[in-house]
Each structure stands twice: as C-alpha cells, then as structure tokens.
C-alpha cells in the first residue's frame, strides 16, 4: 500500500507548489535554457520532427535576466561589517567549509536573494566524533559553518505565529551529497534533512527515499542544543515563506518572449536565404526519385489522380516585408525588460522627460535601499545562529552599507531641471547642493556647511571690491553678508 505523501519528507507544501513553475522560469532563463530550449520553444503543427529539431539547435537564448540580477547583486555587495565574533573573523576567508569567503559567499546570496525573491542560509556545525576528546577540540575546535539553500530545496515547513513574528517550528531541506558508483564514479544521492525543534534543542534527523518509495534513516537522530532552528530566509527574513511573485519574474517573461521572436526571425531569414522548391512530375508519388534540396523544403504538385501533366521544378519565394515588422517587435520587447530591471542596466532608446528619469531614479534607489536594509538584518540574523554554537555575543556585529552605489546618479536634464528651480528661487542653495550629493554629482564625503560657508565669504569679498572701486568704503573697512542673503 502506497504510503500518504504528507508521511514522506519528500512531501512538497501547497505554497512551494505553488511557486514552484515561476521558480522554475527564472531559473531556467538565469541559466540561459541550458539544454532546456525546447521546452520553451514549440513545435509548429505541420513542422517536420527533423526541421524543429534543427530550428531549435539553430536558436540562440539572448540571456537578459542573468546580467541584470547580477550586476544588482553586485551593488548590494558593496558593504562593510565590523564586530565580527572571534570565531567568526577566523573563518572570514572560509565561511562554509567550501573556502569561499564572507563577502563571495554574500554576493552569491544576493544572487539567489535577488532572482527567487529569497533564499535559505542553513548554520550547520560537523557533529562531534566518537572518542573526540576535550584536548581534540581545544587543538581543532569545531566551529560553525553557512550553507546556502536554494528556494527550491526548503521543500515542507510548519510555522507558528508569536507576536506577530513567524517561529519555525519543523522544516525540511533538501540536500545532495555525493556518493561512490561503482569502481570509479559517483553520484548525488539526495538526502532530506528534517530538523525539528524539541525541548532540549533541536533535532536533526537526515533520510533517504529508496527505489521502493520507502523512507529509510541515513544517520541516526541527533539534538543539538540550541534554542532555534538555525535557518534564515534572506534577504527578507520577516517573511520566510512568502507566496509573493519574485520582482524579476516579469523580466525573465519577457526574455523568454525575446527568444521565441528572435528565434522565428532567425528561422524567416534563414528560409530567405534557403528557399523552398516545388516539383511537378508526371510520374505518381511512389515513384519519383528523391529531391536532394540540403536542409531545404520540397513541396510535392500533383493532381487529383496523382500525376501531373508535365515535368518542371522552381523556387518558391518567401516574402521577406515582415522581417522589418518583426525587428521593431523585438526592439520593443528589449526595451520592456530594460524597464523592468531595478539597477543601472538600462540601455533605453526611449529619451525620458527629467520628471520621469527624477521618479525612475528614485524608484530604483529606494528599491534597492530596501533591499540592502532588509539584507542587513538578514546577516545580523545568520551571525546570531553562527554564535548559538559559539556562544559568543553578536551584539556588536554590525553592517555599513555603501549607499553612494545604489542611489542613481543626475542625468544633464535633472541637473538642467534642479538649477532652474534654485535659479528661480524655488529651492534654496544648500537644498541644491544636498540634491546634488544625492544624485551623485558630489562626492558623498561633500560638507554643505563648508561649501556654503565659502560661497558666503566669497560673496563678502566680491561686494567689498565692488564697495571699494565704487568709493563706498576704505579698504580698513569691512561689510557682513548674512547667511541668507548668500543662499
């Protein structure tokens, strides 16, 4: 009898199921539909099989997604951290048993963070050896270690409620590890790790599914004696489970349609360039010769008794009018996944009012300024399970962004835009100058009051030359400008 599959640990909860096709579109179009192009490329109804096969080896994926969750995560790896626990500044430079560093290790986080919305950041530690002495572990202490979880290997989960804040309760994360085959090879056998908070800590449980759909244990149980599972949604650790729809989803939409376009205009001027022929033969279908036309189609003429009256062969001309058509098509689908992105990769032909470059701007900037204040809780968050095994005080840890790099720099039509309004007396000097630092056009060190302080003494002196030419004043003789004269 078939065991229920909320029994096994392989069971998937209604929200990951529900997500699971658009984490898989962005994956998929991340990756750039490696080995996975027919999938989104479909079958004409009359094309032959050998014909499809070759349209889609010919297709190319134009990968938009990748360089645009990238370079996002890029900026929000543009960050300093201080306080770190000793045990933690030891392992900077190998932070999960993999030799990757903290900061690498982050930005491959973002990445993940970015394109599924989130990601999961597992604090694991090697359990103790048997016959591990004390000695032992003062020469070769254990210490913790990060492991990055993909969204879609956190497959069932329960959670409670507790003023408001989510307390998780059991989860279970699919991992692989590799195993020998045979003499020579290996293999990823995939393992379920459970792990469930009890009353003394947390247990950890690891099973295996074998080929008779049974559940078998990998390891004994084990608690470890910690007050929480050690498990972190990131970047946005308020909401681990969420069932909102990832912000980049729409562009790798877009980049699929991008494919298919451009792969039917690949295809349109391809057959331009190889045309197809037609032949008539006197002769029944059965028994005419083979046509060797390469790649090309060959369309068969006969009539109703399945003969023709005479002997002939020709070309048939493809009306290449839509392949324009189509380019504006594919231009326009270009410029919405440009739209969509949230960092600095534009590109854009369209030419934008300042008023809407000003918006998009500070759309972009507060994006990612959301983004980066959500991932400086989430690293406070994964240092404090690093210190459940440490037993070191994170309070100190703390995180300094640089938030020059996510606020968008001035274009020439903002700064037109922003010295007319000072100019009309709109805005006041030091609200221009301090617009300017913020759009990048002064270095984010920039003092206001200093520079401003220095308009003001230079005005000072303009007007006592101006004085003293005119004969107003003696050159002992001074005259005050009030600070708001000179703003």
């Known amino acids: 009898m078939a065991q229920n599959p909320a029994n096994l640990p392989s069971y998937e909860h209604p929200d990951y199921v529900q997500m699971k096709p658009a984490l898989q579109l962005l994956l998929d179009s991340y990756e750039g539909l490696f080995g996975r192009k027919a999938e989104y490329l479909p079958k004409a109804q009359k094309e032959p099989e050998k014909a499809y096969e070759r349209r889609v080896e010919r297709s190319v994926f134009n990968n938009k997604l990748r360089p645009i969750v990238d370079s996002n995560a890029g900026l929000l790896t543009a960050f300093d951290v201080s306080g770190m626990p000793p045990s933690l500044e030891q392992a900077e430079d190998n932070v999960d048993m993999q030799g990757t560093g903290f900061k690498s290790f982050v930005y491959n986080a973002n990445i993940l963070g970015l394109r599924d919305r989130s990601c999961f950041i597992l604090t694991m530690q090697e359990p103790g050896e048997e016959g591990r002495t ?39 994360v699919l991992l692989y590890e ?3 085959d045979g003499l020579y090879g290996y293999k990823a056998e995939p393992r379920y790790h459970r792990l469930k908070k009890v009353a003394d800590g947390v247990e950890v449980a690891i099973f295996t599914i074998n080929e008779k759909g049974e559940v078998d244990q990998a390891e004994p149980p084990r608690t470890v004696p910690i007050e929480r599972i050690p498990l972190r949604s ?34 349109i001027q391809y057959r331009v360039n190889a045309p197809t022929f037609w032949r008539r033969s006197s002769m029944e279908m059965k028994d005419r010769p083979p046509f060797i036309a390469g790649e090309n189609y060959v369309i068969e003429l006969m009539s109703g008794d399945g003969t023709a009256e005479s002997d002939d062969v020709g070309v048939l001309e493809i009306n290449g009018a839509g392949i324009a058509a189509m380019q504006q098509s594919i231009a326009e689908t270009k410029s919405d996944i440009d739209a969509e992105q949230m960092g600095f990769v534009s590109g854009a032909a369209v030419e934008r009012t300042a008023t809407e470059a000003y918006l998009s701007g500070a759309q972009v900037a507060a994006s990612l300024n959301g983004k980066a204040r959500q991932m400086s809780a989430a690293l406070k968050g994964i240092v404090e399970d690093w210190c459940l095994f440490t037993s070191e005080n994170p309070s100190q840890f703390a995180v300094e962004m640089d938030h020059s790099v996510l606020e968008q720099p001035l ?42 302080q220095r308009v003001e003494d230079e005005a000072a002196r303009q007007m006592a030359a101006l004085a003293m030419q005119n004969g107003i004043l003696e050159p002992a003789q001074t005259i005050e400008v009030s600070a708001d004269a000179a703003n």
């Open 134 to 172: 004390l000695a032992d572990d003062l020469q070769n202490p254990r210490r913790p270690y990060w492991k990055l979880i993909d969204r879609r290997n956190v497959l069932n989960w329960r959670v409670r409620y507790q003023g408001g804040q989510p307390i998780l309760e059991q989860v279970t």
């Open 178 to 180: 590799d195993v020998d």
């Open 234 to 267: 990131y970047p946005d650790a308020t909401d681990p489970f969420s069932t909102a729809m990832p912000s980049f989803l729409k562009a790798a939409e877009l980049n699929i349609k991008l494919f298919r376009q451009e792969s039917s205009l690949d295809n």
């Open 411 to 452: 274009d020439a039509a903002e700064m037109s835009t922003l010295l007319g309004l000072w100019q009309a007396g709109a805005i006041d000097h030091r609200t221009l100058l301090e617009l300017l630092r913020m759009g990048r056009q002064l270095p984010p060190s920039a003092d206001i009051d200093e520079i401003l």
